[in-house]
């Protein structure tokens, strides 16, 4: 057999040993409050959201908008929460906190069929087509004016020590930020 052959096999063994080794050592960890939902919503119009929802709060909504097969409803939904979860980026001082945003999203949608998702899609891109009702919602709900918990707890900083004294930037500037998190998720300009 050449040297080839030979290495060959032996990377085949080698990965079919790790594939074979139980995962017993593997834990995953949870900070209270990473994620959580301490105000749910229903499937509701976002002049009846509060800006002391988070976005966990409002995909919760969302979620049962999309069971109820309610997908306009679901798009607003979607629109307000992203737009809460990019506000929170901009005051959340720990990154690696920042992706709770993004495990929130494949939490609600990974397990979606994609004719539900293709529905959802119509009716995200109808919403931005002509964006003045919901850029009119979200300015009138306003940046949210809750602590961003959820997101805090889950990254890195809840478990070896946040990086200022609450987990959040200082001297943030909620206006500047809401206005941003509009002008980036929704094009309201």
Same mark, same amino acid.
């Given at each position: 057999?050449?040297?080839? *052959?030979?290495? @060959?096999?032996? +990377? =085949?063994?080698? !990965? %079919?040993?790790?594939?074979?080794?139980?995962?017993?050592?593997?834990?995953?960890?949870?900070?209270?409050?990473?994620?959580?939902?301490? *105000?749910?919503? @229903?499937?509701? +119009? =976002?002049?009846? !959201? %509060?800006?002391?929802?988070?976005?966990?709060?409002?995909?919760?909504?969302?979620?049962?908008?999309?069971?109820?097969?309610?997908?306009?409803?679901?798009?607003?939904?979607?629109?307000?929460?992203?737009?809460?979860?990019?506000?929170?980026?901009?005051?959340?001082?720990?990154?690696?906190?920042?992706?709770?945003?993004?495990?929130?999203?494949?939490?609600?949608?990974?397990?979606?069929?994609?004719?539900?998702?293709?529905?959802?899609?119509?009716?995200?891109?109808?919403?931005?087509?002509?964006?003045?009702?919901?850029?009119?919602?979200?300015?009138?709900?306003?940046?949210?004016?809750?602590?961003?918990?959820?997101?805090?707890?889950?990254?890195?900083?809840?478990?070896?020590?946040?990086?200022?004294?609450?987990?959040?930037?200082?001297?943030?500037?909620?206006?500047?930020?809401?206005?941003?998190?509009?002008?980036?998720?929704?094009?309201?300009?």
């Amino acid at each position: 057999m050449d040297k080839l *052959k030979i290495i @060959g096999v032996l +990377a =085949v063994f080698s !990965l %079919s040993a790790c594939n074979s080794t139980p995962q017993s050592n593997v834990s995953n960890y949870n900070a209270k409050g990473n994620l959580e939902s301490p *105000k749910p919503s @229903g499937c509701v +119009a =976002v002049n009846q !959201l %509060s800006n002391q929802q988070n976005p966990v709060d409002i995909f919760t909504g969302l979620n049962t908008c999309m069971s109820d097969e309610n997908y306009s409803q679901a798009a607003e939904l979607y629109f307000a929460g992203m737009s809460y979860g990019y506000f929170d980026t901009k005051r959340v001082s720990d990154k690696t906190a920042h992706q709770a945003i993004s495990v929130l999203r494949m939490n609600v949608f990974g397990a979606q069929p994609k004719e539900v998702m293709d529905k959802l899609q119509v009716a995200l891109d109808k919403i931005s087509s002509d964006n003045s009702a919901i850029c009119k919602s979200l300015t009138d709900l306003g940046a949210p004016s809750y602590k961003p918990t959820y997101m805090i707890q889950h990254g890195m900083g809840a478990f070896t020590g946040q990086s200022t004294k609450d987990g959040l930037v200082e001297n943030f500037n909620s206006a500047t930020a809401w206005t941003d998190s509009l002008a980036t998720i929704v094009k309201c300009v």
